[in-house]
């Protein structure tokens, strides 16, 4: 017997909080707009906790039919949700997160004039992500693909008067629609081969494919469409270059939709299609390969980075691209795990860092920071919890969940040496680079003015419009927040330990997980070495940080200047948005203006237009001077014309 | 008896000077009185028709054919006096304000 969960209302209640603020918040005070944007999320997550303590693994997979939507011939699609271990871990993520960071922005934002847009776009989002998690199919959960990225512009966008900031949204949009563009190919080619977008249908009908040559080419050109897409929603190369300038929104949004959910929703989609990717090894290297070099590459760029919010976005980036690595060695479940965890320390080291912009009056690099240790030890030791979760260091949440991707990488069905070995040079970077942040940011000596902190109030108007003198602490309404994901930080990952994360997902990836067990055992001994060797660079990371950065602040400009090609083009990022400009916006701008625009709107349409206009002119401009006002003449056309006819008539008759 | 063909030849031939009349002459009595011509042309026509078939349809036609140019005389006359009251001439060339 199934219990009955009212599932829809978890989706709903965020999107009556967004109808409500958005209609009515302009004329409401702040107050309501507080109680009316906490109330509903919240309602949401205690619905989800409800669920989580209710269900039982049996009743698993749970399907709730919402109403019919799409009735297509055959094809049907219904607004219908799904429930099973995967997505009661993503519902917890999304409502525990997003109720924290709801509640953060309510110090955060508190004197911004958006305040009432701010949470209905906020409570907006959670209404889309919470869709994408619990859609049943592939098109509900595109419904919700789609929303979150308005969700994700808007807010991006949310200081919109700011040009960089509204490029910035559009950037974001533009290049998740590439993404999209796969994606929807994908669910083509799915209907088109199986007749269905339902996650079970689909996924009965794939694991029934004759094994063969032709299948495999097919689930392997799916597989890699629906990668696509999730290149383009998960940040992951090529697609990565909007998530950096994404940090142009206020930073409770950095927290929730670029670091902690949002973004995350391309993972949990691979991982959703496992079924699809288990049947295409090819799809699954190319998943763990574009994984593994984001990881890298974001991370490289993550050390030279002195805007706090950038670093923290190419960590991002960094990690997200771990999450594909995980799932393309074929250990999903260890790639949800990060999912998890990550959430928590990154969602905490983004509202810490905003926390650290509240105290400095709006400044963001890092060089204007320093030693502020002392103004603001709240933040400090939050931040340092998260930092020492995501650089892995035992037994905090990260690293439970990298070493185990780490591992997976190695042992796992799909995994190799090769992403092993470019997975630790990463973590290695991860913890230089997140150490050098803390360290530039609270030791040392500050160096921001305090008369320019104030001066510079002005230009980030979402916060601290009071007048500042020294750094300062936060308010409670940010602090706790931040309390409680640094308590998760600290503790997430013991779910993880003994494989019992990896067990409640069994049911799902159960397959893949079996076939790598009979090796697991043999190397027990390996697994420690590997795990020793991970938390080993982690440390040498710390200890390269506190060398460069506290007890010798004189070296980095030094190295700097000795690599000095290489250190520019990553303080450029590689110059990938240059690489991209010229390689595809600067044409495709060119294009529009010379053939498009000039060419076939100006030549063509206009011109077709502007030439019918100017002929029927000419030709009656002719035919006018027929009336010429003079009655033969008039007489003549008449006389003209009815012998005309006559002629005909007799022609007719002749004719005959 | 007379065949039908004289009867229409001399139809035709009345047509025809009453439509050169018309479109040669510039004084707009001569003009007025070309259009009687070809009027009695057409109604030349009926009558041999009508003579020819046994039929009074075109007799009755004839008659409608003088009730209207009478009136038509009535009435172009009286528009003949007016232009040459507003305009102080009879030929038609400068009569042409009716145009665009």
Same mark, same amino acid.
């Given at each position: 017997?199934?219990?009955?969960?009212?599932l829809w209302l978890i989706p709903i209640l965020p999107l009556?909080?967004?109808?409500?603020? @958005?209609?009515? @918040?302009?004329?409401?005070?702040?107050?309501?707009?507080?109680?009316?944007?906490?109330?509903?999320p919240?309602?949401a997550l205690?619905w989800a906790?409800?669920?989580?303590?209710?269900?039982?693994?049996?009743?698993?997979?749970?399907?709730?039919? #919402?109403?019919?939507?799409? %009735?297509?011939?055959?094809?049907?699609?219904?607004?219908?949700l799904?429930? $099973?271990?995967?997505s009661?871990?993503m519902l917890?993520?999304v409502t525990?997160?997003g109720?924290?960071?709801?509640?953060?922005?309510?110090?955060?934002?508190?004197?911004?004039?958006?305040?009432?847009?701010?949470?209905?776009?906020?409570?907006?989002f959670m209404f889309f992500m919470l869709t994408l998690v619990l859609a049943?199919?592939?098109?509900?959960?595109?419904?919700g693909?789609?929303g979150v990225?308005?969700?994700?512009?808007?807010?991006?966008?949310?200081?919109?008067?700011?040009?960089?900031?509204?490029?910035?949204?559009?950037?974001?949009?533009?290049?998740?629609?590439?993404?999209?563009?796969?994606?929807?190919?994908?669910?083509?080619?799915?209907?088109?081969?199986?007749?269905?977008?339902?996650?079970?249908?689909?996924?009965?009908?794939?694991?029934?494919?004759?094994? @063969?040559?032709?299948?495999?080419?097919?689930?392997?050109?799916?597989?890699?469409?629906?990668?696509?897409?999730?290149?383009?929603?998960?940040?992951?190369?090529?697609?990565?270059?909007?998530?950096? $300038?994404?940090?142009?929104?206020?930073?409770?949004?950095?927290?929730?939709?670029?670091?902690?959910t949002?973004?995350?929703?391309?993972?949990?989609?691979?991982?959703?299609?496992?079924?699809?990717?288990?049947?295409?090894?090819?799809?699954?290297?190319?998943?763990?390969?574009?994984?593994?070099?984001?990881?890298?590459?974001?991370?490289?760029?993550?050390?030279?980075?002195?805007?706090?919010?950038?670093?923290?976005?190419?960590?991002?980036?960094?990690?997200?691209?771990?999450?594909?690595?995980?799932?393309?060695?074929?250990?999903?479940?260890?790639?949800?795990?990060?999912?998890?965890?990550?959430?928590?320390?990154?969602? !905490?080291?983004?509202?810490?860092?905003?926390?650290?912009?509240?105290?400095?009056?709006?400044?963001?690099?890092? %060089?204007?920071?320093?030693?502020?240790?002392?103004?603001?030890?709240?933040?400090?030791?939050?931040?340092?919890?998260?930092?020492?979760?995501?650089?892995? #260091?035992?037994?905090?949440?990260?690293?439970?969940?990298?070493?185990?991707?780490?591992?997976?990488?190695?042992?796992?069905?799909?995994?190799?040496?090769?992403?092993?070995?470019?997975?630790?040079?990463?973590?290695?970077?991860?913890?230089?680079?997140?150490?050098?942040?803390?360290?530039?940011?609270?030791?040392?000596?500050?160096?921001?003015?305090?008369?320019?902190?104030?001066?510079?109030?002005?230009? %980030?108007?979402?916060?601290?419009?009071?007048?500042?003198?020294?750094?300062?602490?936060?308010?409670?309404?940010?602090?706790?927040?931040?309390?409680?994901?640094?308590?998760?930080? !600290?503790?997430?990952?013991?779910?993880?330990?003994?494989?019992?994360?990896? $067990?409640?997902?069994?049911?799902?990836?159960?397959?893949?997980?079996?076939?790598?067990?009979?090796?697991?055992?043999?190397?027990?001994?390996?697994?420690?070495?590997?795990?020793?060797?991970?938390?080993?660079?982690?440390?040498?990371?710390?200890? !390269?940080?506190?060398?460069?950065?506290?007890?010798?602040?004189? !070296?980095?400009?030094?190295?700097?200047?000795?690599?000095?090609?290489?250190?520019?083009?990553?303080?450029?990022?590689?110059?990938?948005?240059?690489?991209?400009?010229?390689?595809?916006?600067?044409?495709?701008?060119?294009?529009?203006?010379?053939?498009?625009?000039?060419?076939?709107?100006?030549?063509?349409? $206009?011109?077709?237009?502007?030439?019918?206009?100017?002929?029927?002119?000419?030709?009656?401009?002719?035919?006018?001077?027929?009336?010429?006002?003079?009655?033969?003449?008039?007489?003549?056309?008449?006389?003209?014309?009815?012998?005309?006819?006559?002629?005909?008539?007799?022609?007719?008759?002749?004719?005959? | 008896?007379?065949?039908?063909?004289?009867?229409?030849?001399?139809?035709?031939?009345?047509?025809?000077?009453?439509?050169?009349?018309?479109?040669?002459?510039?004084?707009?009595?001569?003009?007025?009185?070309?259009?009687?011509?070809?009027?009695?042309?057409?109604?030349?026509?009926?009558?041999?028709?009508?003579?020819?078939?046994?039929?009074?349809?075109?007799?009755?036609?004839?008659?409608?054919?003088?009730?209207?140019?009478?009136?038509?005389?009535?009435?172009?006359?009286?528009?003949?006096?007016?232009?040459?009251?507003?305009?102080?001439?009879?030929?038609?060339?400068?009569?042409?304000?009716?145009?665009?």
């Amino acid at each position: 017997m199934n219990p009955f969960f009212n599932l829809w209302l978890i989706p709903i209640l965020p999107l009556a909080g967004a109808a409500i603020n @958005g209609f009515f @918040g302009k004329r409401s005070s702040k107050q309501t707009v507080s109680v009316v944007g906490l109330l509903f999320p919240g309602a949401a997550l205690a619905w989800a906790l409800w669920v989580a303590a209710h269900f039982s693994s049996p009743s698993l997979p749970y399907q709730e039919f #919402i109403a019919h939507w799409i %009735r297509s011939g055959s094809f049907t699609a219904d607004f219908a949700l799904y429930l $099973d271990q995967l997505s009661l871990v993503m519902l917890l993520v999304v409502t525990g997160v997003g109720f924290l960071i709801h509640i953060y922005s309510v110090g955060y934002m508190w004197d911004d004039p958006g305040y009432y847009r701010f949470f209905a776009y906020l409570n907006l989002f959670m209404f889309f992500m919470l869709t994408l998690v619990l859609a049943n199919n592939y098109l509900l959960m595109f419904i919700g693909w789609e929303g979150v990225g308005l969700a994700s512009y808007l807010l991006i966008g949310f200081w919109f008067t700011k040009d960089s900031a509204a490029s910035a949204g559009k950037k974001a949009f533009i290049v998740n629609r590439i993404g999209d563009f796969g994606f929807l190919i994908g669910l083509f080619l799915l209907i088109q081969h199986f007749n269905s977008l339902d996650f079970a249908k689909v996924f009965v009908s794939v694991t029934h494919l004759p094994a @063969g040559a032709g299948t495999e080419s097919l689930l392997t050109t799916i597989g890699i469409l629906l990668m696509v897409g999730a290149c383009g929603k998960s940040a992951q190369i090529p697609l990565y270059v909007w998530l950096p $300038d994404a940090m142009e929104g206020p930073t409770p949004v950095s927290a929730l939709i670029h670091a902690a959910t949002m973004v995350t929703a391309g993972v949990y989609m691979v991982a959703r299609s496992h079924v699809i990717f288990e049947r295409a090894p090819s799809a699954l290297t190319v998943v763990a390969i574009i994984g593994t070099l984001t990881a890298f590459f974001a991370a490289t760029i993550g050390i030279a980075q002195t805007d706090i919010k950038k670093v923290l976005a190419y960590s991002t980036v960094s990690q997200l691209g771990y999450m594909f690595m995980a799932c393309g060695v074929g250990a999903f479940s260890a790639g949800i795990f990060h999912l998890m965890t990550h959430a928590f320390f990154k969602g !905490l080291l983004f509202l810490a860092a905003g926390s650290v912009i509240h105290a400095v009056g709006g400044e963001q690099d890092m %060089r204007k920071m320093g030693g502020l240790r002392s103004y603001i030890p709240w933040t400090f030791l939050t931040m340092g919890i998260a930092t020492l979760a995501i650089a892995g #260091i035992p037994p905090l949440a990260g690293f439970w969940s990298k070493d185990e991707i780490l591992w997976k990488a190695y042992s796992g069905p799909h995994g190799s040496w090769v992403f092993w070995r470019i997975g630790i040079v990463t973590a290695f970077i991860t913890s230089f680079y997140m150490f050098r942040l803390l360290f530039m940011t609270f030791f040392g000596e500050y160096h921001g003015s305090k008369v320019d902190a104030h001066g510079r109030v002005s230009r %980030r108007r979402g916060h601290d419009n009071h007048a500042h003198g020294e750094p300062h602490e936060s308010p409670m309404v940010m602090l706790v927040p931040l309390m409680i994901l640094a308590v998760l930080s !600290l503790v997430g990952g013991l779910v993880g330990i003994g494989n019992r994360f990896e $067990d409640f997902l069994a049911p799902l990836f159960g397959s893949v997980e079996v076939s790598e067990a009979a090796g697991e055992t043999a190397s027990r001994f390996a697994e420690y070495v590997l795990m020793g060797v991970s938390i080993g660079v982690a440390i040498l990371g710390f200890i !390269l940080a506190y060398v460069l950065y506290v007890s010798r602040p004189y !070296l980095p400009q030094r190295i700097a200047d000795s690599l000095n090609g290489l250190y520019v083009a990553v303080v450029n990022k590689y110059y990938v948005d240059e690489l991209y400009a010229s390689l595809f916006v600067k044409p495709l701008i060119d294009g529009s203006t010379h053939i498009l625009w000039q060419g076939v709107d100006r030549k063509v349409i $206009d011109d077709t237009v502007n030439n019918a206009a100017d002929g029927a002119r000419h030709v009656s401009d002719e035919v006018r001077h027929m009336q010429s006002g003079n009655v033969r003449s008039y007489a003549g056309w008449i006389a003209a014309g009815a012998a005309g006819v006559i002629a005909y008539m007799v022609w007719l008759g002749v004719g005959r | 008896m007379v065949p039908l063909s004289y009867y229409l030849v001399l139809s035709g031939i009345l047509f025809s000077c009453g439509m050169v009349g018309f479109l040669i002459k510039r004084n707009i009595i001569t003009i007025f009185m070309s259009i009687e011509l070809m009027l009695n042309g057409v109604n030349l026509s009926f009558v041999a028709f009508a003579a020819h078939w046994h039929s009074l349809a075109g007799q009755v036609f004839v008659f409608f054919v003088m009730v209207v140019a009478a009136a038509e005389a009535a009435v172009g006359l009286a528009i003949i006096i007016a232009v040459y009251r507003t305009r102080e001439t009879l030929n038609i060339d400068q009569v042409n304000l009716l145009k665009l």
